[in-house]
């Protein structure tokens, strides 16, 4: 019997390949999580794109969000009750009128089986104006589309990457978030985010969970078990974070991120960024 969200809901993300279930961390938690990051930011202003990928690694904060009971209990509903962190990435935005995301689908660049589901946990109110997700509700179940990787500096994408066949946008369907709330998504759907033209940042963070069972795609990858128990061992061990940015800590995001942009940047034109193993900016 689902924990947290109902049957229709559960329906709904299998056939639609996307679900809004509402909040699932408090005013204060936002706050203090919003806090958290801010502070980050001050403290390591030449490191903050380090918090775009497997930054539980990195963060004792982040590892928080990441075995937020409620949070769990509707992955639970979606994947079943042994779970893995595969990454936490932050996706924030300045309103700059610039940065956005094309067209894409994330399983075309790393294809996770069975099923890889992500969610866009808002840390603030997400609009249109903010450049919210938009996604083609369905598009999950088709052969992913062939991608076109730019390296363009302002996407907010690991290469810049944007579908090059054309697809019917017509039933898109805008992601809008209240701060607290969670967009969840399977990484097969198609999706993007425009720019922000908003008079404030998006703050969002991509909680990205799978089941334990999962075959990662050619190279071994990592994650981090945060509920139930792990028989398959098909993937590394992240490592919690015990000090925020320590030098264990940093190690470990080195070693993590590595092994996920072998993954990720396969077959790619576009060099490996810091954050997926290349060298410092």
Request: proline share 7%; glycine share 8%.
């Amino acid at each position: 019997m689902p924990k947290i969200l109902s049957e229709q809901q559960i329906e709904h993300f299998h056939s639609q390949g996307y679900l809004m279930p509402g909040a699932v961390l408090t005013a204060a938690e936002v706050a203090h999580y919003r806090s958290c990051l801010e502070s980050f930011e001050h403290t390591y202003p030449n490191d903050i794109k380090k918090l775009k990928s497997k930054s539980h690694v990195l963060c004792p904060w982040v590892g928080d969000i990441a075995r937020n009971s409620k949070i769990l209990d509707v992955y639970e509903d979606l994947i079943g009750p042994n779970i893995l962190c595969y990454s936490m990435a932050f996706r924030t935005k300045d309103p700059d009128g610039k940065t956005f995301a094309g067209w894409h689908q994330d399983g075309a660049a790393n294809p996770i089986k069975p099923i890889l589901v992500i969610g866009a946990l808002a840390l603030a109110d997400c609009t249109v104006a903010h450049g919210c997700l938009k996604v083609i509700p369905g598009s999950h179940k088709a052969t992913a589309l062939p991608h076109i990787d730019t390296g363009d500096p302002d996407s907010i994408l690991t290469r810049g990457q944007y579908i090059s066949d054309g697809f019917d946008e017509a039933d898109a369907v805008n992601i809008e978030l209240k701060a607290g709330e969670i967009g969840l998504f399977n990484a097969g759907i198609i999706h993007s985010s425009p720019v922000n033209t908003a008079n404030e940042r998006r703050l969002i963070v991509l909680v990205e969970m799978i089941p334990t069972h999962t075959e990662i795609r050619a190279h071994r990858d990592s994650a981090m078990l945060v509920r139930g128990v792990d028989d398959f061992h098909n993937v590394n061990v992240d490592p919690p974070a015990r000090v925020e940015f320590g030098p264990d800590e940093l190690a470990a995001w080195r070693q993590a991120t590595r092994q996920t942009g072998k993954n990720v940047f396969e077959g790619s034109p576009v060099a490996p960024t810091e954050v997926y193993g290349g060298p410092p900016a």
